[in-house]
């Protein structure tokens, strides 16, 4: 069997990919790695973005009430900006925007 967290990994970066096929080449994703459960998250994704604007790594919990939190970390390890209770449809809109591609 599979390792749980592998495959919720696996599930986020399909859902990215579904809801839009170029997104991880626009924002220069790279380095992927799935995230472990533990006390706030079920599982999760992170991986490396050079984009426009954010240059460093974007997190992609999935939390135990089946919402993601995404996190934004800087070159420097850094919190910029944490973005809670989204549901994985929104998940391009959500990084996009701090990509800069979207008015606010």
């Known amino acids: 069997m599979e390792n749980p967290s592998i495959q919720i990994a696996q599930t986020i ?10 997104a ?13 459960e533990n006390k706030t998250r079920v599982g999760g994704l992170s991986f490396k973005v050079n984009g426009l604007t954010h240059k460093g790594w974007v997190t992609i919990e999935l939390d135990w009430l089946d919402t993601y939190t995404v996190v934004f970390t800087n070159r420097k390890r850094e919190i910029v900006k944490t973005v809670e209770g989204v549901y994985y449809d929104m998940l391009i809109d959500v990084i996009d925007y701090i990509e800069g591609k979207h008015a606010a």
């Open 13 to 22: 970066l399909y859902q990215i990919k579904y809801l839009d096929r170029s």
């Open 24 to 36: 991880l080449m626009a924002w220069g994703a790279k380095s992927f790695c799935s995230l472990s």
